[in-house]
């Protein structure tokens, strides 16, 4: 069973280990333009949130950047960033972390200061499915069905 990691996989999977190794929350900071505040970077289960949706993952890498438009594009390079570097083990720590996920697509998004989250351009490929923390087929995942052929020329 080959096992594929998308991008967006990858991106919490990093936020994941950020969180664990800091264990420290996002500071708060004033969205005020010349101001620095935090860069977040969150998981949501959609690519499209209100002002109201709380993400499913988030975690602040630890860069302060300015509460503008140049700190979101920073923010956001070093998110997607983030979840390119993390494919090897990415799905195996969001199934201990969510523990239950079914047909899971998630999608990743940044936020610098107070301002409100944006979506990064990035969803998963394929869904995500865990029970009790462990990574199981969806029932969407392509079932192999052929039959192998045998050529009774080549049987001995």
Known sequence: MALRISKNQLF???VVI???ASGEDATKSPANPDEKGNCTCGGFSTSTITAESAPLLAQSPGLMVK???EGETACKN???ALANVTKAKGPEILCKRLKDADELKLSAFFKVCENPWIYADMTADEPLCCENEKIKTCASAPKDNTTAVVDP???M
């Open 12 to 14: 919490i999977l990093l």
């Open 18 to 20: 950020i969180n664990t």
């Open 67 to 69: 509460c503008n438009e």
């Open 78 to 80: 070093l998110c997607v």
């Open 153 to 155: 020329k080549t049987v």
